[in-house]
Nanobody, 126 residues
C-alpha cells in the first residue's frame, strides 16, 4: 500500500484545513487508518484513527472537538478535517494504514501501523 498525504499548508490561528490521504496499490476497505503528527524537536504523536469499517473513530485529547476523521473507501481516501487551528497544531502530519480489523481506539499507537505516507506540513500562524 502506498499512501500520499496532502492538504497541508499555512493557515492563521482559528482557521481550517482538510488533509487527505490517498492510497494506491491496494484497497483500504480492510485497513484501519490513522493520522499522526510530529512537531520540530518532538516525538511523533497520535492525532486520530478510524476503524476499517468507519464505524468507530478515536481522537487525541489535543484535537478532540476540533477535528473529524473520515474515510471514503470507494475513493480509497481518508480525510482529517481540522478546525479552530492553533499554533501548537503546527507539525508534519502523517497518515498510516493498519492491517487490523478492530476499533479505532485499538490502533492509536504508531506500532499498530504497517504503512506510512510521506507527510504534509501544517503551519498555523498567530
Amino acid at each position: 500500500v502506498q499512501l500520499q498525504a496532502s492538504g497541508g499548508g499555512l493557515v492563521q490561528a482559528g482557521g481550517s484545513l482538510r488533509l487527505s490521504c490517498a492510497a494506491s496499490g491496494r484497497t483500504l476497505g480492510s485497513y484501519g487508518m490513522g493520522w499522526f503528527r510530529q512537531a520540530p524537536g518532538k516525538e511523533r504523536e497520535f492525532v486520530a484513527a478510524i476503524s476499517w469499517s468507519g464505524s468507530s473513530t478515536y481522537y487525541a485529547d489535543s484535537v478532540k472537538g476540533r477535528s473529524t476523521i473520515s474515510r471514503a473507501n470507494g475513493k480509497n481516501t481518508m480525510y482529517l478535517q481540522m478546525n479552530s487551528l492553533k499554533p501548537e497544531d503546527t507539525a508534519v502530519y502523517y497518515c498510516a494504514a493498519a492491517r487490523r480489523l478492530t476499533t479505532a481506539q485499538a490502533i492509536r499507537f504508531d506500532y499498530d501501523y504497517d504503512y506510512w505516507g510521506q507527510g504534509t506540513q501544517v503551519t498555523v500562524s498567530t
